[in-house]
């Protein structure tokens, strides 16, 4: 009889570790899901506001047609799922499109380009942040998974390492370089 409720006592003590494991697993999953989420509705936000900024350096230049078209295309590529690569090549058209306002003084002193282009860094900002918050979310959640005693049941149970938020590699080159500062 004591075997027994011994017995009973381990099984139920593992079903309370399952569960818990369990549990924790997912909540921290769909803390990896909620950061990408964020960053997807940081990204949305950047592509709306991308035709209020081209619709208001239009009026100031007029000329510059080729950027503004390809900024226009970029985004539309972003906005449709081009992936990591359209999120590339509109960051590009973005910068150049912010480089009109250097040569443009009226459209540089513009209250709506001032406003758009505030928007458009604060946004930048929150995506950086929803990216370090994805990646850190990615980090507990890996970490969880792969330790003891989750590394033992985390695989049957479903559950799958997550990636982390990173440059693709001809990102990785730009953004390891040393800036080019000149007065």
């Known amino acids: 009889m004591v075997t027994i409720v011994v017995v009973i006592a381990i099984v139920v003590v593992l079903a309370l570790v399952l569960i818990g494991i369990y549990n924790r697993l997912v909540a921290l999953r769909q803390t990896c899901r909620q950061g990408m989420a ?36 970029a985004r539309n590529r972003a906005a449709s799922g081009g992936g990591a690569e359209a999120e590339k090549e509109l960051n590009g058209a973005i910068g150049k499109l912010m480089a009109l306002g250097e040569a443009y ?18 946004t930048e900002d929150k995506l950086a942040a929803a990216r370090r918050a994805l990646n850190s979310a990615s980090a507990r959640y890996n970490a969880a998974r792969e330790s003891f005693p989750a590394v033992l049941f985390a695989g049957s149970m479903g559950f799958e390492p997550f990636a982390f938020h990173e440059l693709a590699p001809d990102e990785r080159a730009s953004v390891g370089a040393v800036p080019n500062v000149s007065f």
Do not use: C
């Open 38 to 73: 964020d960053i997807d509705a940081q990204l949305r936000q950047r592509n709306d506001l991308i035709p209020n900024l081209v619709s208001t350096v239009k009026g100031y230049a007029t000329h510059e047609q080729e950027t503004l078209d390809r900024v226009i295309s």
């Open 105 to 122: 003084p009226d459209l540089k002193a513009s209250a709506n380009f001032q406003s758009l282009q505030g928007e458009l860094a604060d």
